[in-house]
């Protein structure tokens, strides 16, 4: 641990609630001092002492490319070079907004706005302007950013720290959400009811680690508002572009009313989307009655980056390589887990994955709940002293990028070993 990481969270601390600009980076999942990360190139991060990881982390999942993708920094410096904000409409929206169509099967139209938050934010009261109906529907230990009426049974930060339910959220609003079990297509039936506009659902959640649905799962949720006439939003920033370029809905075939991205469409600078068929995207402002607005909106910096990182993404064999490297660390560190005798359950989609310390299997927020937070802030140290850089919470999904090639994925494996054995010793011998 270096000297200048120390003094500049203690400066941080004075000036920034707990140090930071979002939670969990504030390593009180796993106690210490969070790094202060100076640059990164490719599958490596360098903080202020100059000590140097690999990434598992990649900026919660925009970095798909690596960082520092040469595409995409002149793609950037070309923006910016041209002015960095208008307020006025660019071409480079249009041309993101039809690669986004053209990648998305439930797409039609799409409106661009500058976080995930204000993207499931304006999803919700979309949906609620087409029904005409108040209630939500989501899952127990599922995070779709820090919007009032989704902040109940919350996952990521709020999971980590014990406070799932926010404060300062009223219960008239709260009371307006019903959450229910990941994975339990029978709860989600008990609790629907015709006031309910819609289920949202991260398709592969990743704010309680990373759980796969189940099979059958989306589909059914598809059903279920089929029959209750709710929307289905699919809440995809974290897994549009990475789980395939078509996002969850292409990989497991549901088609969504509205889609929510953010992430890996802004390569790494802040962006969101929602966006559905022609006829629910028609009921927003300025053609509809549902009013959603934004300075920054489609800010042509962000829109350059999302334009060529997806334009790579598009013409690559990335998704392929991405599950070979990610299925080749997935089995080299199981087999470690097994020879130490950890409990630890891995689940992965794609290049999308958490090592939970526990037997498993993870299907939920309870099963994911069970896993021992000691152990893995014990084993999230020691490979932070080994060089590796992963999500500081049991409960965030980890991503690999393209830039991580084999030799980073059998280093991986080497420190993860090591790091299993020492994890071995202290809790499991
Ligand atoms: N909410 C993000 C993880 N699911 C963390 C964002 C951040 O700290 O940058």
Same mark, same amino acid.
């Given at each position: 641990?270096?000297?200048?990481?120390?003094?500049?969270?203690?400066?941080?601390?004075?000036?920034?609630?707990?140090?930071?600009?979002?939670?969990?980076?504030?390593?009180?999942?796993?106690?210490?001092?969070?790094?202060?990360?100076?640059?990164?190139?490719? !599958?490596?991060?360098?903080?202020?002492?100059?000590?140097?990881?690999?990434?598992?982390?990649?900026?919660?999942?925009?970095?798909?490319?690596? &960082?520092? &993708?040469?595409?995409?920094?002149?793609?950037?410096?070309?923006?910016?070079?041209?002015?960095?904000?208008?307020?006025?409409?660019?071409?480079?929206?249009?041309?993101?907004?039809?690669?986004?169509?053209?990648?998305?099967?439930?797409?039609?139209?799409?409106?661009?706005?500058?976080?995930?938050?204000?993207?499931?934010?304006?999803?919700?009261?979309?949906?609620?302007?087409?029904?005409? $109906?108040?209630?939500?529907?989501?899952?127990?230990?599922?995070? &779709?950013?820090?919007?009032?009426?989704?902040?109940?049974?919350?996952?990521?930060?709020?999971?980590?720290?014990?406070?799932?339910?926010?404060?300062?959220? *009223?219960?008239?609003?709260?009371?307006?959400?019903? !959450?229910?079990?990941?994975?339990?297509?029978?709860?989600?039936?008990?609790?629907?009811?015709?006031?309910?506009?819609?289920?949202?659902?991260?398709?592969?959640?990743?704010?309680?680690?990373?759980?796969?649905?189940?099979?059958?799962?989306?589909?059914?949720?598809?059903?279920?508002?089929?029959?209750?006439?709710?929307?289905?939003?699919?809440?995809?920033?974290?897994?549009?572009?990475?789980?395939?370029?078509?996002?969850?809905?292409?990989?497991?075939?549901?088609?969504?009313?509205?889609?929510?991205?953010?992430?890996?469409?802004?390569?790494?600078?802040?962006?969101?989307?929602?966006?559905?068929? $022609?006829?629910?995207?028609?009921?927003?402002? *300025?053609?509809?009655?549902?009013?959603?607005?934004?300075?920054?909106?489609?800010?042509?910096?962000?829109?350059?980056?999302?334009?060529?990182?997806?334009?790579?993404?598009?013409?690559?064999?990335?998704?392929?390589?991405?599950?070979?490297?990610?299925?080749?660390?997935?089995?080299?560190?199981? %087999?470690?887990?097994?020879?130490?005798?950890?409990?630890?359950?891995?689940?992965?989609?794609?290049?999308?994955?958490?090592?939970?310390?526990?037997?498993?299997?993870?299907?939920?927020?309870?099963?994911?709940?069970?896993?021992?937070?000691?152990?893995?802030?014990?084993?999230? &140290?020691?490979?932070?002293?080994?060089?590796?850089?992963?999500?500081?919470?049991?409960?965030? %999904?980890?991503?690999?990028?393209?830039?991580?090639?084999?030799?980073?994925?059998?280093?991986?494996?080497?420190?993860?070993?090591?790091?299993?054995?020492?994890?071995?010793?202290?809790?499991?011998?």
């Amino acid at each position: 641990m270096g000297k200048q990481s120390e003094s500049f969270f203690e400066r941080a601390k004075e000036v920034m609630p707990g140090g930071v600009n979002s939670p969990v980076r504030a390593f009180r999942g796993v106690g210490g001092t969070p790094r202060f990360i100076e640059q990164a190139q490719g !599958s490596r991060l360098f903080d202020a002492d100059n000590l140097q990881y690999i990434d598992c982390v990649g900026s919660w999942g925009p970095m798909i490319l690596g &960082h520092g &993708h040469r595409y995409v920094v002149e793609a950037v410096k070309k923006a910016a070079t041209k002015g960095f904000s208008f307020g006025a409409p660019t071409i480079g929206e249009v041309e993101l907004a039809e690669m986004i169509i053209a990648a998305v099967p439930s797409i039609e139209m799409v409106r661009l706005v500058t976080s995930g938050t204000e993207a499931t934010m304006s999803a919700l009261r979309l949906a609620r302007a087409a029904t005409g $109906r108040k209630k939500i529907m989501k899952f127990d230990g599922g995070y &779709h950013g820090h919007v009032d009426s989704l902040l109940v049974k919350a996952g990521s930060g709020g999971a980590t720290f014990n406070v799932p339910d926010s404060a300062g959220v *009223p219960e008239e609003v709260t009371k307006l959400t019903i !959450s229910v079990p990941y994975n339990d297509l029978d709860a989600v039936r008990a609790a629907i009811d015709g006031e309910v506009a819609a289920i949202i659902v991260e398709p592969v959640a990743g704010n309680m680690g990373c759980v796969p649905p189940a099979e059958g799962f989306l589909q059914g949720l598809r059903k279920i508002c089929d029959d209750n006439g709710a929307l289905l939003i699919l809440d995809e920033v974290m897994t549009g572009f990475r789980v395939s370029y078509g996002g969850a809905q292409a990989l497991y075939g549901v088609r969504p009313d509205i889609t929510t991205l953010g992430k890996i469409i802004g390569g790494g600078m802040p962006i969101g989307a929602y966006g559905g068929s $022609r006829k629910l995207m028609e009921l927003v402002s *300025p053609l509809g009655p549902m009013y959603q607005a934004g300075t920054l909106a489609g800010n042509p910096v962000a829109v350059a980056a999302g334009k060529a990182t997806l334009g790579v993404l598009k013409n690559s064999s990335i998704y392929q390589d991405l599950e070979e490297r990610s299925a080749e660390f997935e089995a080299g560190v199981k %087999a470690a887990a097994e020879k130490h005798g950890v409990p630890m359950t891995l689940n992965r989609v794609g290049s999308m994955w958490t090592m939970f310390f526990t037997e498993g299997p993870v299907t939920d927020w309870l099963s994911a709940d069970q896993s021992n937070r000691q152990a893995f802030g014990k084993f999230f &140290h020691f490979m932070l002293a080994e060089g590796v850089y992963l999500p500081p919470s049991q409960l965030e %999904a980890a991503f690999f990028s393209a830039a991580h090639a084999k030799k980073d994925i059998l280093q991986l494996i080497e420190r993860a070993d090591r790091a299993l054995k020492k994890v071995a010793w202290e809790f499991y011998s």
